[in-house]
């Protein structure tokens, strides 16, 4: 069986959120992505099903631009 998570990067949780001075956006400039800690425990459910033999493979999957590689 293959195993597949889908994963989200989000904004670290110890990172506090700032605003465009406008008002119109979050100002992601020098701010610290993660993954979402749902997401992680999803990961590492599947890593647990792939050593304990009952998945053959983990797929880890996330949709977004190419920064989206640093967190897998």
């Given at each position: 069986m293959k195993v597949l998570?889908?994963?989200?990067?989000?904004i670290d949780y110890n990172v506090k959120v700032?605003?465009?001075s406008d008002n119109t956006?979050?100002?992601l400039a020098n701010?610290?992505?993660a993954l979402n800690p749902f997401c992680e425990?999803?990961?590492e459910e599947a890593v647990r099903l792939k050593e304990a033999?009952?998945?053959s493979e983990v797929v880890v999957v996330?949709?977004?631009p190419k920064a989206c590689q640093e967190q897998i």
């Open positions: 998570v889908a994963v989200k990067r989000v700032r605003v465009k956006d979050v100002d701010v610290k992505m425990i999803a990961v033999g009952t998945a996330s949709i977004g």
